[in-house]
């Protein structure tokens, strides 16, 4: 597993545009900037919208302003999945960008992978949040279960 102090791994996520399907490196991600990645086991399921994702809509703006260019909320959906779902919660890209990685590469590349076939899922992420500089994993928590570690407010503190 990818740990603090590490560069991220390269690969390209997907995301559906106005233009139709688009991939974006994460390298061109996070190259200078500072960025936060949370990664979600599933879109549509409970915790994942319930809870993890409208906690960073909660606290967007704090986590901005503590220095945070982008926030991005990736899973092992398809990209049209990942947009019906932001457009489901009412998030604009300017808020968080949903990113898919469809066939989980990036997931692999961190070791991040969850094997959730019992529950039907197949391959997918552990819950994570990692705050990136300039493409270095400056922090990191994950969650096995619940939502304590990957959450808006876990970042918050350590961004703190």
Request: include cysteine; aromatic fraction near 8%.
């Amino acid at each position: 597993m990818i740990e603090v102090g590490q560069k991220l791994p390269d690969a390209v996520l997907h995301y559906r545009g106005a233009q139709g399907l688009n991939g974006c490196a994460v390298s061109e991600l996070a190259t200078g900037q500072n960025i936060v990645i949370f990664a979600v086991p599933g879109a549509f399921t409970p915790t994942c919208s319930d809870a993890h994702v409208p906690g960073f809509v909660v606290h967007n703006e704090a986590i901005r302003a503590k220095g945070i260019d982008e926030i991005y909320c990736v899973a092992v959906n398809d990209p049209f999945v990942m947009k019906f779902w932001a457009q489901h919660l009412g998030v604009d890209e300017q808020t968080i960008r949903f990113l898919s990685d469809g066939n989980g590469m990036f997931t692999r590349a961190l070791g991040m992978e969850r094997d959730m076939s019992n529950g039907a899922m197949g391959l997918r992420s552990k819950r994570y949040a990692m705050i990136v500089k300039n493409g270095v994993v400056e922090w990191l928590g994950v969650d096995e279960s619940g939502l304590e570690h990957a959450s808006a407010q876990a970042v918050l503190a350590a961004l703190a």
